[in-house]
């Protein structure tokens, strides 16, 4: 019966199935099973099963909704340790070279050279109190969680792309009855236009619901499984585990290529001057269509209230060849795309680096390079002080096809070192105050000023609702917490805290501070008032540290400080 449960090819066709029918198979055909009869241990399709059901009347016939029963029935490979590859055998090794679960047939094809084969109830001995097994129904209800708002919120985008369509045809029907029976072509041709976009979209986002809908399905059965297992053993649980994290892996991974989209919409420009110009014009309008883009990634694995620890630490080489002094990080941040922006203070530089932390383009600034903020798109702003000249500068930066290219530059009476983009306005901090800013360089008002001290306002983040705001001050070993209206919430002191550089806030809400004398990496509670755990210190390869970025495309903390290296913390 084993044969009969490999998945076969039919001769002529590419299709593979767990099950093949029986009857099917012995005419030398290729057709899915849909039934199980536990009498005749035999599997049956639609067409076949009327005739077994007419032959045997008594016999008990299972459906696919009892696919457990089937592989009970013969014995087979319970489906959470069935090898995916060879569906026949179970999952018994695991390859430490490749990190990856085996059956027998996979070490003997593809694993006789690897030199760490490893059985796996020596493996998942104590899996039940591994802290990472202990919270993946958390995190699997977490992802799914999220998995079905991003679901909801593209059926009501949908329902919102309808609703705009319906507002640019009455404008165009609007224009319609100035003018002559010419405009019928073209309201047609326009028409046409604006549906077959609506189409387009609308493509896109069934597309995205029906991943979201597998996913969804997916992690709820694995984790239904892992649950039911609970009293089986550690092997099942170990290789449920191992399951789940790939597929956790490969939907972080889809949702973190979806989540940059918010938004799909179309919008509608009328030609000026219609009326005069008609008999040159072929449409009503211009017929726009815009993906909207979240200034960073929406996904977040790890709830607010999370304490993270670190998995490891990898340092990536950032200097260049025509760098002229040891690097000096004082500003990083991430791109929708996953690439990464830092400033070189030391050598004057803005660098641009690849998903992989390798450094791809860079360009000059005239003098100290200070902060860097993420403002939109594949724009960024650093911030430029120039003490020849006393001349400051925010000059706005674009990403173009893997170049850095500044579009325009803001001049501003004050020095600044760190700067934060939320809405339609610039937070600039000058060393000593917090100024708002309009995205054009208009001052907008003082926020909040400490001039105790010459460094009490350096790096500034911003919570993702804009309600709070955290400053560090790096005179008096401080992180300052405000409200958007400049009140002071809270003021946090401890003794790995020493000379705060940078402070970044993550849109799931959770807070991190680098400083420079203690040489640490610390996350902090959301209301800025107690040190939830330190991350890193200087035997973990911290130097100085005065910018940080979390990621949440790879999970990992990005610092850079007076070294050649930025520091990639992996937490979880």
Same mark, same amino acid.
């Given at each position: 019966?084993?044969?009969?449960?490999?998945?076969?090819?039919?001769? @002529?066709?590419?299709?593979?199935?767990?099950?093949? #029918?029986?009857?099917?198979?012995?005419?030398?055909?290729?057709?899915?099973?849909?039934?199980?009869?536990?009498?005749?241990?035999?599997?049956?399709?639609?067409?076949?099963?009327?005739?077994?059901?007419?032959?045997?009347?008594?016999?008990?016939?299972?459906?696919?909704?009892?696919?457990?029963?089937?592989?009970?029935?013969?014995?087979?490979?319970?489906?959470?340790?069935?090898?995916?590859?060879?569906?026949?055998?179970?999952?018994?090794?695991?390859?430490?070279?490749?990190?990856?679960?085996?059956?027998?047939?996979?070490?003997?094809?593809?694993?006789?050279?690897?030199?760490?084969?490893?059985?796996?109830?020596?493996?998942?001995?104590?899996?039940?109190?591994?802290?990472?097994?202990?919270?993946?129904?958390?995190?699997?209800?977490?992802?799914?969680?999220?998995?079905?708002?991003?679901?909801?919120?593209?059926?009501?985008?949908?329902?919102?792309?309808?609703?705009?369509?319906?507002?640019?045809?009455?404008?165009?029907?609007?224009?319609?009855?100035?003018? %002559?029976?010419?405009? +019928?072509?073209?309201?047609?041709?326009?028409?046409?236009?604006?549906?077959?976009?609506?189409?387009?979209?609308?493509?896109?986002?069934?597309?995205?619901?029906?991943?979201?809908?597998?996913?969804?399905?997916?992690?709820?059965?694995?984790?239904?499984?892992?649950?039911?297992?609970?009293?089986?053993?550690?092997?099942?649980?170990?290789?449920?585990?191992?399951? #789940?994290?790939?597929?956790?892996?490969?939907?972080?991974? =889809?949702?973190?290529?979806?989540?940059?989209?918010?938004?799909?919409?179309?919008?509608?420009?009328?030609?000026?001057?219609?009326?005069?110009?008609?008999?040159?014009?072929?449409?009503?309008?211009?017929?726009?269509?815009?993906?909207?883009?979240?200034?960073?990634?929406?996904?977040?694995?790890?709830?607010?209230?999370?304490?993270?620890?670190?998995?490891?630490?990898?340092?990536?080489?950032?200097?260049?060849?025509?760098?002229?002094?040891?690097?000096?990080?004082?500003?990083?941040?991430?791109?929708?795309?996953?690439?990464?922006? =830092?400033?070189?203070?030391?050598?004057?530089?803005?660098?641009?680096?690849?998903?992989?932390?390798?450094?791809?383009?860079?360009?000059?600034?005239?003098?100290?390079?200070?902060?860097?903020?993420?403002?939109?798109?594949?724009?960024?702003?650093? #911030?430029?002080?120039?003490?020849?000249?006393?001349?400051?500068?925010?000059?706005?930066?674009?990403?173009?096809?893997?170049?850095?290219?500044?579009?325009?530059?803001?001049?501003?009476?004050?020095?600044?070192?760190?700067?934060?983009?939320?809405?339609?306005?610039?937070?600039?901090?000058?060393?000593?105050?917090?100024?708002?800013?309009?995205?054009? @360089?208009?001052?907008?008002?003082?926020?909040?000023?400490?001039?105790?001290? +010459?460094?009490? /306002?350096?790096?500034?983040?911003?919570?993702? +609702?804009?309600?709070?705001?955290?400053?560090?001050?790096?005179?008096?070993?401080?992180?300052?917490?405000? +409200?958007?209206?400049? %009140?002071?919430?809270?003021?946090?002191?401890?003794?790995?805290?020493?000379?705060?550089?940078?402070?970044?806030?993550?849109?799931?809400?959770?807070?991190? /501070?680098?400083? #420079?004398?203690?040489?640490?990496?610390?996350?902090?509670?959301?209301?800025?008032?107690?040190?939830?755990?330190?991350?890193?210190?200087?035997?973990?390869?911290?130097?100085?540290?005065?910018? *940080?970025?979390?990621?949440?495309?790879?999970?990992? *903390?990005?610092?850079?400080?007076?070294?050649?290296? *930025?520091? /990639?913390?992996?937490?979880?």
């Amino acid at each position: 019966m084993a044969s009969n449960f490999e998945s076969s090819i039919q001769r @002529g066709c590419d299709f593979i199935h767990d099950f093949v #029918c029986f009857p099917c198979e012995e005419d030398g055909l290729n057709t899915e099973a849909q039934y199980f009869c536990n009498q005749c241990t035999k599997y049956y399709c639609v067409n076949c099963v009327p005739v077994h059901n007419k032959l045997f009347k008594r016999h008990s016939v299972l459906d696919r909704t009892d696919m457990t029963k089937w592989a009970a029935a013969l014995g087979m490979v319970d489906v959470l340790e069935r090898c995916e590859r060879h569906p026949g055998e179970a999952l018994k090794l695991v390859c430490g070279d490749h990190d990856q679960l085996c059956c027998h047939v996979c070490v003997a094809v593809d694993h006789r050279q690897c030199s760490s084969i490893q059985h796996i109830p020596d493996v998942a001995k104590g899996i039940r109190k591994d802290p990472e097994f202990r919270q993946l129904p958390q995190r699997v209800a977490v992802l799914r969680k999220q998995i079905e708002d991003m679901k909801n919120d593209r059926k009501k985008n949908s329902a919102s792309l309808r609703k705009t369509r319906t507002t640019i045809v009455d404008e165009i029907k609007a224009i319609r009855k100035k003018i %002559n029976d010419i405009l +019928d072509k073209m309201e047609k041709t326009t028409v046409q236009d604006l549906d077959r976009l609506v189409a387009d979209q609308e493509l896109s986002i069934k597309k995205d619901m029906e991943s979201f809908t597998q996913m969804h399905d997916e992690l709820k059965n694995i984790i239904d499984d892992i649950q039911s297992k609970d009293s089986s053993g550690e092997p099942p649980l170990y290789i449920g585990f191992r399951k #789940c994290e790939e597929k956790i892996k490969q939907a972080k991974e =889809i949702l973190q290529n979806m989540s940059n989209v918010v938004k799909y919409d179309i919008t509608f420009r009328k030609h000026n001057g219609i009326e005069d110009n008609l008999s040159s014009m072929k449409t009503f309008g211009v017929l726009n269509e815009s993906n909207v883009y979240c200034k960073q990634p929406l996904i977040s694995l790890f709830p607010r209230d999370h304490v993270f620890a670190t998995k490891g630490y990898k340092e990536y080489i950032v200097k260049i060849s025509s760098d002229k002094s040891a690097c000096n990080i004082k500003g990083i941040c991430e791109l929708p795309g996953g690439e990464v922006v =830092i400033t070189d203070f030391n050598n004057n530089k803005v660098k641009l680096l690849d998903q992989e932390y390798r450094v791809v383009d860079h360009c000059d600034v005239p003098e100290n390079p200070f902060d860097v903020c993420h403002i939109g798109g594949n724009e960024v702003a650093v #911030c430029v002080n120039n003490n020849n000249d006393d001349r400051h500068e925010l000059h706005c930066i674009n990403i173009t096809k893997g170049k850095l290219v500044t579009t325009r530059k803001l001049s501003f009476s004050h020095k600044f070192y760190g700067a934060a983009h939320h809405g339609n306005n610039l937070y600039i901090s000058s060393f000593t105050a917090l100024y708002v800013y309009t995205m054009t @360089g208009k001052r907008v008002k003082t926020l909040y000023e400490d001039k105790s001290g +010459d460094y009490t /306002v350096v790096g500034i983040a911003i919570s993702n +609702d804009g309600k709070t705001i955290y400053i560090a001050n790096y005179s008096y070993n401080q992180l300052i917490t405000l +409200d958007n209206l400049g %009140n002071k919430l809270a003021t946090f002191t401890d003794p790995d805290l020493r000379e705060p550089r940078g402070v970044h806030a993550t849109t799931a809400g959770h807070v991190f /501070v680098c400083c #420079c004398k203690s040489h640490t990496v610390l996350q902090v509670d959301k209301d800025g008032k107690t040190k939830l755990a330190t991350l890193a210190r200087e035997q973990d390869g911290v130097y100085r540290p005065k910018a *940080l970025f979390f990621s949440s495309r790879s999970s990992s *903390l990005v610092v850079g400080g007076r070294k050649d290296t *930025l520091l /990639v913390i992996n937490v979880q």
